[in-house]
């Protein structure tokens, strides 16, 4: 029978250590100085900004003032948790519901929270039904028999 190797274990580490040439840890001596340039981040939230408001004054003819800006920005950009199918079926539920109820929400003080917001209000649960009646507190949907 041969002999098994003997493996020297702090052999290796040292090894493996040179290899990888470690440096030593970065300090506030170390770490660069200058400054980020941050103006980029202020130009794409202006531009961002400037998109929703486009957005806003095309829908203003057909969408409720109280509306118009949470509508504008959900069309906009989609909520990062929700997928893009629903993020479309959403934005389509809600043209509807504000084109057919939108005024009568505002009248019987529904809020935008209440209509746009992604954790499953209003339009995310219309699943492409139609809204038959719209009441202060709930909606009836219409239902194909």
């Not at 029978?1 to 003997?6: E, Q, Y």
């Not at 990062?80 to 005024?103: E, I, K, P, T």
Request: hydrophobic share 45%; charged share 25%; with cysteine.
């Amino acid at each position: 029978m041969s002999a098994s190797p003997v493996f020297d274990i702090d052999a290796i580490i040292r090894d493996v250590r040179a290899a990888a040439k470690p440096r030593a840890p970065a300090t506030t001596a170390t770490l660069p100085q200058s400054r980020p340039n941050r103006s980029n981040v202020a130009i794409v939230a202006a531009n961002k900004t400037a998109e929703i408001e486009e957005r806003a004054a095309l829908a203003a003819d057909s969408v409720p003032p109280c509306y118009l800006d949470d509508w504008a920005k959900l069309n906009h950009q989609k909520p990062a948790w929700v997928s893009d199918a629903a993020w479309q079926l959403a934005l389509d539920d809600g043209g509807r519901f504000l084109d057919l109820w939108g005024r009568e929400a505002a009248q019987f003080g529904w809020t935008p929270a209440e209509l746009f917001d992604a954790r499953a209000d209003l339009i995310w649960r219309l699943y492409g039904e139609s809204v038959e009646a719209i009441y202060a507190d709930h909606v009836r949907l219409e239902y194909p028999y």
